[in-house]
Structures are given as C-alpha cells and as structure tokens.
C-alpha cells in the first residue's frame, strides 16, 4: 500500500480527532452495572411488635437518619424480625403492608367523640375522654349491675357493656387487663390473653 | 477489582468478555407451591422493598389482585381451580414472576447495551438507565415476564432483590414468606430441599411430583416444587419446555453476527478503496477538453 503525503496527513488528522474526542468525555461508556444501592445501610433500627393481630409478630422499623438531635426520624421501611420468636421473620401481607399504615391518613393519632345525634368526630383531649369513659361505665354499671340472679345466687355480673383490649400485649398486661375487667363482673371481653 | 458489587456473567448487546476468573456462590429461589397458602404477603413485601405502589385495579372473577403482573407488580399469585376424577377440585395458587433463566431470553434479544445483566451469581437484572423502552425482552422472554411501564416507557420485573442479595441478604419475598413456602440459597442446596419435600408429596399421594427447573433455558435461578410436576401448565399455564423464540436464537446467534460482519466488511473495503484509488475525480486533461470543446459549440 503506498500513501501519499497528503494521505498521510488525512489519516494522522482523523486519528488525532477520535483520540481528542475520547479524552474529552465523547467515549462508550464503560461496561459496568452496579445493583440499586442497599437503601437500609445507615437507617436506625427500632424494634417493635406488629399492632394487628394476637400473634403478636416481631418487626423492625427502619426510620431515616441516626438520632442525631437535628434529624427528624421517618420510618421508611417496615420488615419482620428474624430473631423474633413468634414468626422469625416472616410477616402476613397485613404485616408486610405496616409502612402504609404507619403513613396511612386515616390513622387514628388522638381521642375523638361523635355525641348523640351527630354525624361529626370531635377532637378531645386524653384527659377529658378518660373522665368520660370512666363515669359513663361507673353510670351503666350503677344501673345494670346484676348481684343475684333470681334463685338469689350471687353472680356479680355486669352485662350491658363489653370491653375490647389491645392484641399484641405481653404477659403482664393481658394479666392485669383480666383483672380489671373480671373484677367489675364484665362478661364480654376479648384480648391477648386469651390466645 | 470489580466495579460493582456483583460479578457480571452477561450483559446485553455487549461483546467484550466479562471478567470471569472469580467463581460466585449461585443462589436459587425455591418456590413450593404445596406449602403456598395465596396470602401475598410475597406481593406486599415486594411492593414495599422497591417502593412501588399499585393501583387499585378491578376484580377478574379469582383472587388473582391485580390479575396481570404490571411494571409495578413484579410477582403475582395466580390462583388456578383444576378439576380432575382423579384428585377432584384442586386449588393450585403459583407465584408467577421472573424465573431468572441462565441463559435469559430477554437478555439474548435485548439491544441497548446494558439494560439486562446476568450476574455470575444467576440473578438476571434490568438496568432501566440503559433501557431504551423498544420492548424486544418481552418478545424474548419464553415466560412473559418484563413489562412495560406507561409512565416512562422502560421495561421492569423481578431483580430478585439484587440490592439485598448483594449484601448477603434473602430476597423481600423469601423472608416474609409464614408459611415457608418460598426459600433461598445456594442452587444446590435449593435442588437437595427440593429433593426432600418431593419425596415427602410422592409419599403422600402426589406420585408425579417434581422440581421444576426447565433445561431448555439453561435451568432457572427461581424453581417450583410442582406436586404436578408432569403437567406445568395446570398453573396458570407454566409452559412444560421452556425454550427462547426460534426468531430471537436465529436473529441474535446466527443473523446478527453475520450481518455485523457484512457491514465491517463493507465499511473496511470502503476505506481501502479510499485509501488506495482516492476518490472518483475527473482529471484536469478530461476536464479542459471537455470546456474547449463546449466553448467550440457556442
């Protein structure tokens, strides 16, 4: 092959402009893949126990940040406890859905009342639903406590209101809710304690 | 030193070699559709990790919620009613999503060069920042797995949790899952378990139960433990011999390369043409009494 000097020159020109070209960024990007970066890395882990059921499954709540004293933790994600006893791990999809009902905007954050008649909740505070609670019970109770049936047994009973405690509480507290709710005769009740 | 956290094994419309000379632990999925109760926790949890959010959509007449899987719906139950004198009404409930193929279809048609990876560990990836939404993964896939998001026109599915399993965690799935119905490990330890529970339903009865591992893609990185295991497609239609689209082999394997090599050799005769003969001129002899003799006509 014989090139000519003005051949030359156009074969040394091109190679000098791919070569520019190439260091000034203008090249095939190089053949990596990276996974999507692991999202829970620094997050603070808080342990929990899912609010849903009586099985009482163990969870873990990653929220951002590290605790430090300008940070405002978020949870981001909600996963079951591998080294939880009850479920290891594993969650229902009730369970697996947590995150959403942790941000859900229908969750209940505070005490509320609907008075008779209306259609409307209405904000209260904790100590005012408290009060109301209690006295509406002690009325009730006054009212229809029975202390003997009719062949004159004593049976203590007080029918007309039933309570519903939370699930998902330890050994302790479904004790002294027992406690409580039997010793003012109430029948109708249901809580941990009795899973 | 690797650039990334997993060693790849392909990478889509790319011929360099990748680096080979580290052996990775090859993980598996199993999936035992015997011990499956159709909970979905395994949706939820897969929703939840890749933060996706499904729409409400409508009711199909079955449990199967939503009925299709979607670009944000990487795995769903189907839920499948099969009637046989046999065995009568059997509920048959599979987890359908990628099956992460050893030798992926998708990967093989794809032709944006690394929007599909196959790590050395089995996992099979989509990297939607090199996707270019042309859709040749879905015609490739032989499980019609990868769709196309409406919202930017990119292709998704199953990564198997590449992010978790890249730190040496379980996929989202495998670890909500209550009834232990799905696990995870290395292949061979999937193929010993599977092994073990397939003994246990053929002596319960189920005399044709099988692993699904099908060879016509090269095995599978997600397996099933069928207790029908001679008839796949009684769930929801899991094709019985799995192979990748003749026209994608034919295209890709033989096709492609030939035309590659027909274009190389044109554009190469091309510069030695140039280079050798220069271009096509008129010479200056030719050009001067071609003038004369025009300016003798006028």
Known sequence: MQLSRRQFFKVAAGGLTGSSLVAMGFSPTAALAEVRTFKLARTTETRNTCPYCSVGCGIIMYSLGDKAKNVHAEIIHIEGDPDHPVNRGSLCPKGAGLLDFVHSKNRLKYPEVREPGTKEWKRIGWDEAFTRIAKLMKEDRDANFVAKNADGVTVNRWLTTGFLAASASSNESGYITHKVVRSLGMLAFDNQARV | ?298
């Not at chain 2, 199993?30 to 909970?39: A, E, P, Q, R």
């Not at chain 2, 797995?145 to 965690?169: E, M, N, Q």
């Not at chain 2, 140039?274 to 200056?284: D, I, R, T």
Request: glycine letters at 8%; aromatic letters at 6%; charged letters at 25%.
């Open chain 2, 1 to 298: 030193m690797a650039l990334q956290s997993l060693d790849i094994a392909k990478r889509s419309a790319t011929t360099t070699e990748p680096p080979q000379a580290r052996k990775t632990l090859e993980v598996a999925k199993l999936i035992d559709v015997s011990k499956c109760i159709g909970c979905k926790a395994c949706q939820v949890a897969c929703l939840q990790w890749n933060d996706l959010h499904e729409e409400v959509g409508s009711c199909g007449g079955t449990y199967d919620n939503p009925t299709d899987m979607t670009a944000n719906s990487w795995t769903v139950m189907r839920y499948a009613e099969v009637e046989s004198e046999e065995r009568g009404l059997e509920w048959l409930i599979r987890k359908d999503g990628c099956m992460h193929c050893e030798d992926p279809g998708c990967l093989k048609a794809c032709p944006a060069p690394g929007a599909i990876i196959k790590y050395a560990n089995g996992i099979v990836d989509f990297h939607q920042e090199n996707c270019i939404g042309c859709g040749y993964c879905v015609a490739g896939c032989p499980f019609n797995v990868p769709r196309i998001s409406k919202k930017d026109s990119k292709a998704y599915k199953c990564t198997l949790c590449s992010d978790r399993v890249a730190v040496g965690l379980e996929p989202a799935c495998v670890k909500v899952c209550p009834t232990g119905s799905i696990s995870f490990g290395s292949k061979e330890d999937m193929k010993e378990l599977a092994d073990e529970r397939i003994t246990e339903l053929k002596e319960r009865g189920f005399k044709n139960a099988g692993l699904y591992d099908p060879a016509g893609v090269g095995g599978t990185h997600v397996m099933y433990v069928l207790n029908h295991a001679d008839k796949p497609s009684l769930y929801s239609g899991l094709p019985a011999d799995p192979t990748i689209a003749p026209t994608v082999s034919l295209w890709k394997g033989f096709a492609k390369p030939l035309a590659m090599a027909g274009i190389a050799a044109a554009a190469l005769g091309g510069l030695f043409h140039y280079v050798m003969k220069g271009p096509n001129e008129v010479s200056k002899e030719i050009e001067a009494e071609v003038e004369k003799e025009l300016e003798a006509e006028k």
